[in-house]
Nanobody
């Protein structure tokens, strides 16, 4: 089993930045983390969960059109962490952000973009 813990969310003004982190632990995580794709997803109130960005074990990244050029995903396989740097935040980025690896989900971290 893989345990995932997200952190770094909070309240930020439009145009601001946040850096989210996702830490993986567990015996299975030690085996699979470096070879599995990790994804960041978000879910706004009343909306379906959507993919924001993902990164393969080798570091290839894919982004949703809505965040391209503003968000950057990165990973540290040695530390079993994945980060999401979010710049130029917009009110529509407000959501609970989750990370996912191999069908395992964290508890999420709230990001609120508001003046």
């Amino acid at each position: 089993q893989v345990q995932l813990v997200e952190s770094g969310g909070g309240l930020v003004q439009p145009g601001g930045s946040l850096r989210l982190s996702c830490a993986a632990s567990g015996s299975i995580a030690t085996i699979i983390f470096s070879i599995q794709t990790v994804g960041w997803y978000r879910q706004a109130p009343g909306k379906q969960r959507e993919s924001v960005a993902s990164i393969t074990g080798r570091g290839s990244a894919i982004y949703a059109d809505s965040v391209k050029g503003r968000f950057t995903i990165s990973r540290d396989n040695a530390k079993k962490t994945v980060s999401l740097q979010m710049n130029s935040l917009k009110p529509e980025d407000t959501a609970v952000y989750y990370c996912n690896i191999a069908l395992n989900w964290g508890q999420g971290t709230q990001v609120t973009v508001s003046s």
